[in-house]
């Protein structure tokens, strides 16, 4: 996957040049074309980077357990709080805001019934007293701006006695009320009108903060406010306020008040908005206008605390009080989390150290148990386990010792194996035996016969234990005294009466024979062991100038020469085996070795043991050995074995394993 990813991520790399360099070269269109594939693989090289890294952290950082409580603890625990802490500050910022946008909408719908109030006074005043709109102006405190009219005829159709409320008149906007009076020719109505201008708005604000009114189309509401046409390019370059100063202001209406000083450090700007309703005057069409400003916390606070009077800064108190306690559990808490997780990693950190003693065969350490927990429990079991294994050993040693006569045979019979082997110039050779048990009743040697000529032996030794290993060591002795004796067995006169066959020797003047070493063989076995005893025996010399392997086989399993080219040839010529019948002829044969030809030879016990799908068989050996074969000799010789044991999967071996392995070098 990491490969495959840096081959994404070069291709990426190659792509995005080349789009570079098409840009360069002005071939837009090409490059262009390049986008869609370069966006693709940049995707799918992020996927793969972020698979990697999450195997990355599975694999590495999440193999300590400490690191995996903590990871929980951030999914469990912190994950949570921060997602709470997070909901809980959005809802506040928007109830805030929205509380802000509020206070700022009622305060001017409140100068609106307090107009409509005053209007509903001056209209009483010209009803009773019969006053001018005059002198009831010149008495107003609350609006010395406002306006006072008595309309009749020009009073739009959709007014209504009662109305109060921000209106659009002649492309300007107004706090308007309206009441109707009786008069002698009719009914009229009282109208007071105060400008919605800087010093206004500046009463609404005064506490709050900042306050802008915006248009939902700057040349629309631009001109309803002041009066104004828009350009014929649609751009409002300057408008005017109702004290008739110019602003350049292309984005903004009517901004008055100032953002109050911040009473601490977390007392941020909040900033607010809203959509302020209007009433076009002309016809009581709705019109809608956009408020927005900023504010801070605690000047929100104060408004709203305004009614409690002297206990304000009681209320603050007890708030920093009861984040400071919020704090204090919090903290609790995550140290209490935090000494609750050491316990539980303290735990597994001494069991993982207990393990790795036990790994090294000390079984004398043992772990201190501090706590009185279910992971203590754990680790005094471990404990009371390491004790009991070490009386185990004690025990094993014992048993040992009762066996130290078997180990004594063992060293003696490993003796017998060759330890060395040189081969020859042009054959090199490898043999190994596995017993079953202590000792092995296989047999193989390679008999040196000087630097030209080499002999193979291999066989198998009929029973298991002690009895077989004391006859493979006979076999072993009586092979070896042909070679150190260099003698050639000569075929002696056999008497008609008795048919008794005897053997002379003479100094060797050939090369040895392996069918009259089989037959000397045969001979002594019988008349030195029980009847039922006996064994298999191949027997064979490479001639190093010819490249000859003479042999004969003593019913042994078949040996296999394993060609270059796959051919197979096995080598069956003999006869019976040694040590059942008495004065049995064997033959031999001389077989060519080319360069690279495998022989293999065996035991039973490479190829008889069974699962539940059948024999291993010499064919499944060979398979093994052919798909090995330019390996070293020992190489081939443990993936065979280790095939074998495969095989036959946790069950014990069932026999003596033996498989000796030459090869034509040269």
């Known amino acids: 996957m990491a490969r495959f990813t840096l081959y994404v991520a070069g291709m990426e790399l190659l792509l995005s040049g080349l789009k570079w360099a098409f840009k360069l070269a002005g071939v837009q269109s090409v490059a262009d074309s390049l ?94 007293r019969h006053s001018t709109p005059q002198q009831v102006m010149a008495s ?118 100032t953002l109050p000083e911040p009473q601490a450090s977390f007392d941020r700007e909040l900033p607010y908005g809203g959509i302020l309703e209007s009433t076009n005057w002309d016809d009581g069409a709705k019109r809608f206008e956009f408020l927005s400003g900023s504010t801070r916390p605690s000047a929100l606070y104060t408004l709203l605390s305004a009614s409690t009077g002297d206990y304000t800064g009681v209320i603050g108190v007890i708030l920093v009080a009861a984040a400071i306690a919020f704090a204090i559990v919090v903290l609790i808490a995550l140290i209490i989390g935090i000494r609750l997780m050491r316990t539980i990693t303290y735990s597994v950190a001494n069991l993982y150290k207990a393990t790795e003693h036990i790994n090294r065969g000390d079984f004398t350490h043992r772990i201190k148990v501090r706590q009185k927990d279910q ?80 002999g193979i032996a291999v066989g198998d030794v009929s029973g298991k234990g002690i009895s077989a290993a004391l006859l493979m060591a006979t076999i072993h002795s009586a092979v070896r005294a042909y070679e150190q004796e260099q003698l050639a067995p000569v075929t002696a006169i056999s008497g008609r009466a008795s048919h008794a066959r005897t053997a002379m020797v003479a100094p060797r003047v050939a090369r040895p024979s392996p069918a009259q070493m089989l037959w000397l063989l045969n001979r002594h076995i019988y008349q030195t062991t029980q009847p039922e005893k006996y064994a298999t025996l191949f027997l064979g010399f490479y001639d190093d100038e010819d490249r000859r392997l003479t042999y004969s086989n003593a019913g042994h ?80 010789s443990d993936h065979a074995i280790a095939a074998v044991q495969d095989w036959i999967g946790s069950t014990e071996q069932p026999d003596d394993v033996t498989l000796v392995l030459a090869r034509r070098i040269g």
């Open 35 to 128: 986008s869609g594939w370069t966006g693709f693989l940049g995707f799918f090289l992020s996927l793969l980077l972020i698979f990697l890294t999450l195997r990355w952290f599975r694999n590495h950082v999440m193999w300590s357990v400490r690191n995996r409580l903590i990871v929980t603890y951030l999914f469990i625990g912190a994950l949570p709080i921060t997602l709470a802490v997070a909901m809980a500050a959005g809802s506040l910022y928007l109830a805030v805001e929205h509380l802000a946008t509020f206070l700022a909408m009622s305060e001017i719908r409140a100068q609106g019934q307090r107009l409509a109030g005053a209007n509903l006074a001056a209209a009483e005043a010209i009803e009773k």
């Open 557 to 636: 399993l078949p040996p296999i020469i394993l060609g270059e080219d796959g051919s197979t040839r096995r080598l069956e010529t003999g006869g019976m085996v040694v040590g059942l019948f008495d004065d049995r002829e064997y033959e031999e044969q001389t077989v060519q070795l080319h360069p690279g030809d495998l022989f293999i030879a065996f035991s039973d016990g490479m190829t008889e043991p069974e699962n539940e799908f059948g024999e291993f068989g010499d064919q499944r050996l060979l398979e093994t050995i052919a798909s090995q074969r330019h390996l070293p000799l020992d190489r081939i």
């Open 375 to 454: 992971l203590a429990a754990l680790q005094t079991a471990f404990n009371s386990m390491t004790e009991s294994l070490q009386k185990l050993l004690v025990e094993q040693k014992e048993k040992e010792r009762l066996q130290s006569e078997l180990e004594i045979a063992h060293e003696v019979q490993a003796q017998l194996f060759p330890q060395a082997v040189s081969g020859t110039r042009t054959l090199e050779l490898h043999g190994v035996c596995r017993p079953a048990r202590i000792v092995s009743g296989d047999y193989y040697d390679f008999l040196s016969y000087g630097p030209d000529l080499m």
């Open 140 to 257: 107003d405190v609350l609006f010395p701006g406002r306006s006072i009219t008595i309309v009749k005829d020009t009073a739009p159709s959709w007014l209504k006695d009662g109305f109060a409320g921000l209106v659009c008149d002649q492309k300007r906007l107004y706090l308007r009320a309206v009441n109707s009076v009786p008069t002698p020719k009719g009914s009229s109505m009282v109208v007071s009108s105060v400008p919605l201008d800087r010093n206004l708005l500046g009463k609404i604000v005064s506490k709050l903060g900042s306050l802008t009114i915006s248009p939902q189309q700057v040349q629309e509401t631009a001109s309803c406010m002041y009066g104004i046409s828009a350009p014929a390019d649609g751009k409002v370059l300057s408008v005017t306020s109702a004290e008739g100063q110019g602003k350049d202001r292309p984005d903004s209406i009517l901004s008055v008040g």
